[in-house]
T-cell receptor, first 116, second 112 residues
Framework: GAVVSQHPSRVICKSGTSVKIECRSL??????MFWYRQFPKQSLMLMAT?????????EQGVEKDKFLINHASLTLSTLTVTSAHPEDSSFYIC????????????FGPGTRLTVT | EDKVVQSPLSLVVHEGDTVTLNCSYE??????LLWYKQEKKAPTFLFML????IEKKSGRLSSILDKKELFSILNITATQTGDSAIYLC????????????FGTGTRLKVLA
């Protein structure tokens, strides 16, 4: 089946620094990638939709200048958390779809970000 | 505002029990509802439902959708400890965009 990878799987950074998370579709071309965050014991919250070659579409309440998304190719999207603060600590999950069927949304393993 | 609500939030049962998880939704343009199982990391796909009254089945798991009453249920029979997970329901918020709204999830714990 289709595989989506994320890197890093876990990162600890100091407050004020920026962190980049990569999401790659390994064996298919992802026309669309989604970025979610998940707080402990809570559901996935969609942050933004990323289409290759165009600007990401952010959900209401998500600061686009804080969470920079770049979908540079059909297999790679990156999420950069800029000037991270402790409240940004969360589990970030990406998913990717080739657009061929509506349920074909494959999730990456997630990245746990801890900001100290 | 589109929303998806799951109940119960958490559930503890013993092996062999049958459980029913609920997902209700309010979205402007419904297209599909998906169920996922999330263990340690990313969610894994279980079912996609688009039509009312048609049961989807996979082993001990089954699911059905009621588009009139705007809900879906996920049944697990003869539960096993390996069924312990968070079960997430997601509804496609904007048809054709693959953009889903996730419910709060139900945390299921199956005791041996």
């Amino acid at each position: 089946g289709a595989v989506v990878s994320q890197h890093p799987s876990r990162v600890i950074c100091k407050s004020g620094t920026s962190v980049k998370i990569e999401c790659r579709s390994l064996d298919f071309q992802a026309t669309t990638m989604f970025w979610y965050r998940q707080f402990p014991k809570q559901s996935l919250m969609l942050m933004a939709t990323s289409n290759e070659g165009s600007k990401a579409t952010y959900e209401q309440g998500v600061e686009k200048d804080k969470f920079l998304i770049n979908h540079a190719s059909l297999t790679l999207s990156t999420l950069t958390v800029t000037s991270a603060h402790p409240e940004d600590s969360s589990f970030y999950i990406c998913s990717a779809t080739s657009g061929l069927s509506s349920y074909e949304q494959y999730f990456g393993p997630g990245t746990r970000l801890t900001v100290t | 505002e589109d929303k998806v609500v799951q109940s119960p939030l958490s559930l503890v049962v013993h092996e062999g029990d049958t459980v029913t998880l609920n997902c209700s939704y309010e979205v402007t343009n419904f297209r599909s509802l998906l169920w996922y199982k999330q263990e340690k990391k990313a969610p894994t796909f279980l079912f996609m439902l688009t039509s009312s009254g048609i049961e989807k089945k996979s082993g001990r798991l089954s699911s059905i959708l009621d588009k009139k009453e705007l809900f879906s249920i996920l049944n697990i029979t003869a539960t096993q400890t390996g069924d312990s997970a968070i079960y997430l329901c997601a509804v496609e918020a904007v048809p054709g965009t693959y953009k889903y709204i996730f419910g709060t999830g139900t945390r299921l714990k199956v005791l041996a």
